[in-house]
Nanobody
Framework: QVQLVESGGGLVQAGGSLRLSCAAS????????MGWFRQAPGKDREFVAA????????YYADSVKGRFTISRDNAKNTVSLRIHSLKPEDTGVYYC?????????????????WGQGTQVTVSS
């Protein structure tokens, strides 16, 4: 069982930056690949970024490449998402997710555990 708690969201102006964090419970965090997803109002949840259990493999949605950076610290049981050059279309609830295994996936259905989400709002 893994419990995930996101933090770091907020209201920012376009062009600004944020750092989202996800704290995981349990002693087996390094056994899980992690992902970030987001859901904008009235839209389906979409993949944002993912990282393998070792941190050696990273994946990004095309819409965020070059602006978002995912990383993890297995000693601290955390995964982070640094966001630069925010755009209004980045607005949404950002969710952290975990799946047991080495390999990250871009489909939300492949993840077992989800956090409650943190709101990111980008004003133009």
């Amino acid at each position: 069982q893994v419990q995930l708690v996101e933090s770091g969201g907020g209201l920012v102006q376009a062009g600004g930056s944020l750092r989202l964090s996800c704290a995981a419970s349990g002693r087996t965090f390094s056994s899980y690949a992690m992902g970030w997803f987001r859901q904008a109002p009235g839209k389906d949840r979409e993949f944002v970024a993912a990282i393998s259990w070792s941190g050696g493999s990273l994946y990004y949605a095309d819409s965020v490449k070059g602006r978002f950076t995912i990383s993890r610290d297995n000693a601290k049981n955390t995964v982070s998402l640094r966001i630069h050059s925010l755009k209004p279309e980045d607005t949404g609830v950002y969710y952290c997710a975990a799946r047991r295994g080495a390999f990250a996936r871009i489909q939300g259905d492949d993840y077992t555990y989800w956090g409650q989400g943190t709101q990111v709002t980008v004003s133009s």
